[in-house]
């Protein structure tokens, strides 16, 4: 008997109402340093509204622009997670609305996860974490 494939999951969006309602929420003008490389991390961010850029200044002082982050996105995550600086710099790229989800917050959703999947997770945000540093 042959197997069948299963069916591909749609990718799941953040509920940004849901976020609305649990999690403290900060307003940044356009232009705004949300935070910057180097400093230490205890908290990270799901945009609400706006978009948001993430550049980082290299070994040879260059700064790079990352990415464009835009609603529903997590940033800021990396450095919680791991326990490292900020490998990048976030400014407002537009005037930004965004919750805000504590370390207390992230460690708690973490003990909730399987301890297989959670290790994957923390793994793969100290590999990621690591790449990053390498490639700067």
């Known amino acids: ?10 990718p799941q969006r953040l509920n940004i109402e849901g976020a609305k ?28 509204k706006g978009d948001v850029d993430l550049h980082a200044t290299n070994d040879r002082g260059q700064n790079i622009h990352l ?5 529903g996105q997590v940033f800021g995550e990396m450095a919680l997670m791991v326990g490292a600086p900020r490998s ?17 917050q992230l460690e708690e959703k973490m003990r909730d996860l399987d ?16 790449g990053t540093q390498k490639a700067s």
């Open 88 to 104: 990048a710099t976030a400014t407002a790229r537009t005037a930004c609305e965004l919750a805000i989800v504590s370390r207390a």
């Open 21 to 48: 309602k649990v999690l403290e929420r900060r307003v940044y003008p356009a232009a705004a340093v949300i935070f910057r490389q180097g400093a230490s991390a205890d908290h990270a961010f799901v945009i609400l």
């Open 1 to 10: 008997m042959s197997e069948r494939p299963s069916p591909q999951r749609a």
């Open 115 to 130: 301890p297989l999947i959670r290790r994957w997770v923390e793994t793969l945000a100290k590999r990621i974490v690591a």
């Open 67 to 71: 990415t464009t982050l835009h609603q």
